[in-house]
């Protein structure tokens, strides 16, 4: 399965100068589906996931990783109904993430085809390159996961990924990884 981290070095070589940028660092204190996930460990989630399964299928797995890592960078607390209705939320937060990841990054047409249309079909907005399939896919098992409860077996919650992702980063709890 996806989650035992075996493809991690190539991964982490695609992601690696993604990974110190500010704004993706910030995503450790938002939330995302269910407590104990942050908007980056979600990301990271998604991230590996489309890496390992684009890889497999001969696609552009480098781009997957990127643009999965970013999907999310909408840099807001979604769960404050204050900024925002749910469904302006569900509808316009690809286009905020684009919108970010393009001020931060160079990001390829692919890249940004895959953050436009992760909410497809929800925003109607179809996709353009297979890639961009399986991050939205590879993002619906995340949540779906995230939101049962159900972790990868061999990596423990609430923070589970590869130790060596974390050189980046203090986590959002103000504890560093040991």
Not at 101 to 106: E, G, P, S, T
Request: aromatic fraction near 12%; include cysteine.
């Amino acid at each position: 399965m996806f989650w035992k981290f075996k493809e991690n070095a190539a991964w982490l070589a695609c992601i690696s100068d993604l990974l110190p940028d500010e704004a993706v660092q910030s995503m450790k204190s938002l939330p995302q589906h269910r407590r104990g996930f942050s908007c980056y460990h979600h990301s990271l989630l998604v991230s590996y996931a489309s890496f390992v399964l684009c890889r497999r299928l001969g696609w552009r797995a480098k781009e997957a990783a990127r643009g999965a890592l970013l999907h999310d960078l909408y840099l807001y607390d979604w769960t404050d109904r204050s900024l925002h209705t749910g469904r302006a939320h569900v509808m316009n937060h690809p286009r905020w993430a684009l919108e970010n990841a393009n001020a931060r990054f160079l990001l390829t047409k692919r890249e940004q085809d895959i953050i436009a249309t992760h909410m497809f079909p929800v925003t109607l907005t179809p996709y353009h390159y297979l890639e961009s399939f399986a991050v939205s896919t590879m993002d619906k098992v995340c949540a779906v996961m995230e939101l049962l409860g159900i972790l990868p077996e061999t990596v423990p919650a609430p923070y589970a990924l590869p130790q060596n992702v974390y050189a980046y980063q203090e986590l959002s709890l103000g504890r560093a990884i040991s």
